[in-house]
């Protein structure tokens, strides 16, 4: 049985790591699509229609939970929102759930690790 490839968006805007991501979870056989800017997510969620939308909490413009209520709020995507971020697991948890994320990841876990995460999230 041939697995279907998840759909994931990753919105974060440290370049670095949205190469890292990308990189980390093409090769678990994700297909994935990075933005670097928050102005736009709704409408690349529209078009991309991804499985999980991956949002780092700690962006310049605008932040992470902010960005998550503008999706949930402009769009009518399916998408598993899902807060990912370097901050105190703890906090990162209080604050995920303070939004409904659907889920939250710490920054950091390898490949392996995080698409075996995403993919418990999607269900």
Request: aromatic share 4%; charged share 30%; no cysteine.
């Amino acid at each position: 049985m041939i697995e279907e490839r998840l759909r994931l968006l990753v919105v974060d805007d440290d370049e670095e790591q949205l190469e890292l991501v990308r990189r980390l979870l093409t090769s678990q056989r994700f297909e994935v699509r990075t933005t670097s800017s928050p102005i736009g997510v709704s409408n690349i969620a529209r078009d991309f229609a991804p499985s999980i939308i991956l949002i780092d909490v700690n962006q310049p413009a605008l932040s992470g939970d902010r960005i998550l209520r503008l999706v949930r709020k402009n769009t009518d995507s399916k998408a598993k929102l899902v807060l990912f971020s370097s901050l105190d697991p703890e906090r990162l948890r209080a604050l995920a759930t303070s939004v409904e994320a659907d889920g939250w990841l710490p920054k950091g876990l390898g490949g392996e690790d995080l698409a075996r995460k995403l993919r418990r999230i999607a269900g």
